[in-house]
Structures are given as structure tokens and as C-alpha cells.
């Protein structure tokens, strides 16, 4: 049966967004080349020097807002694949860009926040922002100064939406993971958790080399994602 009267899950994680332009964290001559995981993406962190913290983002939004960067074809794709599924459908992301949206994305959660964000530490309040950060910025909400920071998940915090992700994958039929190494927990356990349920699932991993969990899926695309994913999701469409 073609799987798009199925259930899709898709996790995508940097490998995705590397053909756009924008640097994976793991791989040689990625981010953390640059910078130190502990100096930029802990609470420990910006509570020691949140401008460093604070232009390490904006760098990061910056980046993303050159015209120069742009959704691939393997974001296009996967917003193909959402509006021509008929059964249920969703996209993790583990990434803070907003390229799959850019692409047509609707059903899609960040799992590890978004640049899009900025919330108020003391008081909760979230709002979308368009600025620079700085400690010198004042919580609309509460007043507070250097309270607010990017809405993005460091290390030692809990991922987003985990209940509405396990409970999507209680009935998931396809999962298919692009572009991540399969490294960072809990986002690298899905696939075990499906497994465990015993049930039919088809997987499908998507990366341009193989993973620690590569063996688990049914079928291996390896090549960049930008060519791999557009030829897989013509295919399926074709065939309907
Ligand atoms: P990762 O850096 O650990 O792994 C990237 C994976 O992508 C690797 O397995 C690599 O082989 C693969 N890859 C590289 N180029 C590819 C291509 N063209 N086509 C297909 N696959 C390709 O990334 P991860 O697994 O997402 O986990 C790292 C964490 O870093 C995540 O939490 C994410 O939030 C964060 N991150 C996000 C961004 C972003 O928002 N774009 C960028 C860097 C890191």
C-alpha cells in the first residue's frame, strides 16, 4: 500500500539544512569547531556571560536571515509529502531554523525551540522577535531586565511537545529520520520506542553516510538529502 494512506512521522535533524547553507553541529567544520557546547547552549552559561550567549544567537538568526539562504529541495519535498498525505502526518524537527516552514511546512513541531523565539525566564511570557538580543533587554510582560532569552532547548533541558510526539508515534505507520546522526536523545530513541511496539512500521533513514542506528532501518537513502528526499517523495506520488 502506498504509504501515503499511512500514518507519516518524519524527524529531520541539521543534515537537512547543511545543503542550505547552514552548519551542522558534529561533523568536521561544524559549529562546534567554533564553539564550545558548555559556553553557549547551558543555562550555566548565560547566567555567566549572557552576551555571549545572546550574540551567539543573533549570529545564528543573522545567518539565517541572508538572502542567501534558502529551504532545499529535500524542506519542499517533505511539504509535498504533507499535502499529499491522507492520513496523519507529522514533522519534528530538531532544528532551530525556519526552513521548513519557508518551504510550505504546516504540521511541524521544534522539539529543540526555534531562533523564531525569545521567552521571559522569570515570568514565562514567549513572544516572536525581530532584534538583536541583549541582558539589556526588559520582559514586556514583567519588566524584568536581562530575564529574556532565545527560546531554544541547552543541554540539561527537556526537549518540547513530548507528549504530543509519543502519542503520534503510538500510531505511526512510516518514520522516516533525515539528516540526523541519530546522536541526541530523546529524538535518537524514537525509533527504539517504535520498534518495542511490535507493530508494522516502515522505516526510512536519510542521510549522506550511515548512522549508529542505520542497521534498524529498513531502508538506507544515503546521499544529500536534497536529492535523495525530492526522488523519494516523486516516486510516492507518482505511484499513487
Ligand atoms: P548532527 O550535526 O548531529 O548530525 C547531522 C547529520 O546530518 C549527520 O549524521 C550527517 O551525516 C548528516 N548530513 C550532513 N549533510 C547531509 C546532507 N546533505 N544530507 C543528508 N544528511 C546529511 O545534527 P542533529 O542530529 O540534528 O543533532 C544536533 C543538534 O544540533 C540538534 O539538536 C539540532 O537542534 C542542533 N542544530 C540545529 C541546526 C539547525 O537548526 N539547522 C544546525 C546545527 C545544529
Known sequence: MCILNKNIFILTGAGISKESGIETFREKDGLWDNYKIEDVCTVEAFNKDPDYVNNFYN???RKLQNPKISPNNAHISLAKLEANCKRNFLLVTQN???LHERA???KILHMHGSLEKIYCMYCKHSEIFNF???SKYVCKNCKNV???RIDVVWFGEQPKYLDKIYSFLE?????ISIGTSNNVYPAAGF???LLQTGKKIIFYEFNIETTNKSS???KNFIGPASKTVPGFVDRIIKSK
Open 146 to 148: 536581562g530575564m529574556v
Open 96 to 98: 532551530i531554523d525556519n
Open 104 to 106: 510550505g511546512s504546516k
Open 171 to 175: 500510531n505511526t505507520e512510516v518514520f
Open 191 to 193: 525509533i527504539d520506542f
Open 59 to 61: 549570529e545564528r538568526k
Open 216 to 218: 534498524l532501518f529498513d
Open 132 to 134: 538583536e538580543l541583549s
